[in-house]
């Protein structure tokens, strides 16, 4: 079974606006990370945002937040503004804590977000 | 940026040769990781370790072998290069827990 979900394989956004790439999670983990990544069509990978398990409130660095919905096992990336540097693929990532104090780090397959001007 | 490189950065070879990718880390970071990245899959752990001589396998190690005799060197070992093993290949290391990970740019390799 997978352990990340990311069902929108691409999405097109209006530049300005706002929008949430989805990502469902799977695990039995008590504790655990969750990370999202932008991958631009230069190729390097690049941070964007985290949430551990235990975190209150949801997480955000500027225009990214991640709304955090650990019932439903899903922390979805919200974008507000979209600006056309932000067209890229997307990644949400998992790190489990037992499964490894190894800290093994998984992704799911990515969302490519178009942002049309 | 952290200090992460990869060596080669592209490399054509020709089946069956064996091949080895170089991660370099200059963070002093006790995990490191592997991954494949090919069109559809996003990126499929191959091999991480989480200290030295310390390594376990990932989603697709099979044909793959990694060696960590330092901190701040981790193999990646292709003993028999098949053409199915032509990917990007992405190293990345994190000092674990909240931390996140830092990717190298990542090392173009061709089968044929």
Known sequence: AQKITQTQPGMFVQEKEAVTLDCTYDTSDPSYGLFWYKQPSSGEMIFLIYQGSYDQQNATEGRYSLNFQKARKSANLVISASQLGDSAMYFCAMREAQRGSQGNLIFGKG?????KP | DAGITQ??????????????????????????????????????????????????????????????????????????????????????????????????????????
């Open chain 2, 7 to 112: 060596s080669p950065r592209h490399k054509v070879t020709e089946t069956g040769t064996p091949v080895t990718l170089r991660c370099h880390q200059t963070e002093n970071h006790r995990y490191m990781y592997w991954y494949r990245q090919d069109p559809g899959h996003g990126l499929r752990l191959i091999h991480y370790s989480y200290g030295v001589k310390d390594t376990d396998k990932g989603e697709v190690s099979d044909g793959y072998s990694v060696s960590r005799s330092k901190t701040e060197d981790f193999l990646l070992t292709l003993e028999s290069a098949t053409s199915s093993q032509t990917s990007v290949y992405f190293c990345a290391i994190s000092g674990g827990g909240g931390g996140e990970a830092f990717f190298g740019q990542g090392t173009r390799l061709t089968v044929v």
């Open chain 1, 111 to 115: 969302t490519k977000l178009s942002v």
